[in-house]
């Protein structure tokens, strides 16, 4: 029977386990606190940064955000030096993309490690390519948490990363590099695509085109993370044919409700354990 890694509920049981650290660390004197910066009016962005506020202060994460409708670089880096050296401030994100006009790989890059929550500055990517220390990007993180939360057996496989994102297949590609794995990364339009999923035991795929992988493509067995996300009006679609491909995968996200849920979620964790780092 095949898996459904059901990213709502994992996200759930997370979460609730956010909130009693949360509580832990403020019966220690330690209030988590996220800030958060976007730049320009971008209408997602400004709603998905909404919803991470509400998100964190629901589990009783303290946040404050710094809208600026216009700015340039060395602002937004002078304020991200000053959040660095508060040791009352654990977790510091960028909403992206920024404004053309803005040196996106800069102001990430000025985020000091232990406060990069997102896990997307240039250093912390390196970090994660010599196996040290240092927090995930969310997407990587919802990815190895669904496999190892469902019990699901990823060590000794090929893997095949189709679609390298800056935010997920880059760096989940070179995370896996320091694992007992053979990993395959491929961009989402390379010729050979159908070719490299037809190999894969674990097939992540974010390539943003509805049903790219159907039954016939994949391996019997395969295990499917789909991260893709393709609007037809109200309705979602992920890159997989979900209902073919169950019929022949060992487990499989569903979309809506795999990784999805769990963005927030591990932004949020990555918080609290960034504050946890300082009882540690």
Partial sequence: MTIILDGKDTSN??????????????????????????????????????????????VGISTILHHFEKTTTVEVISLIEK?????????????????????????VE??????????????????????????????????????????????????????????????LVVHLLNKKVQVTG??????????????ADVLVIEVYRKHAVIASMVKKGVVVIDNGNNYEGKKVYGDVDTDGVTAVASAITPVPGGTGPLLITMLLQNTVKAAQSYIL
Wanted: net charge negative; glycine share 8%.
């Fill in 13 to 58: 049981k997370i979460i609730e386990k956010i909130k009693e650290d949360v509580v832990t660390l403020k019966n220690k004197g330690i209030t988590p606190v996220l800030h958060l910066i976007l730049i320009g009016a971008d209408s997602g962005s400004l709603r998905y940064i909404g919803l991470k506020v509400k998100r964190a202060e629901e």
């Fill in 83 to 107: 959040l660095n050296n508060d040791p009352k401030i654990h977790g510091i994100m960028v909403q992206l993309p920024v404004p053309k006009d803005v040196n996106e790989a800069a102001i």
């Fill in 110 to 171: 000025a985020i000091f490690p232990e406060k990069d929550v997102d896990g997307l500055s240039p250093i912390t990517f390196g970090k994660i390519l010599m196996g040290e220390k240092a927090f995930l990007p969310a997407g990587v993180d919802a990815v190895m948490e669904l496999l190892n939360r469902f019990n699901v057996e990823w060590e000794g496989k090929h893997w095949v990363i189709a679609g390298l994102t800056p935010w997920l297949g880059k760096p």
């Fill in 186 to 199: 491929c961009s989402a339009d390379d010729p050979n695509l159908n070719e490299m999923v037809k190999m």
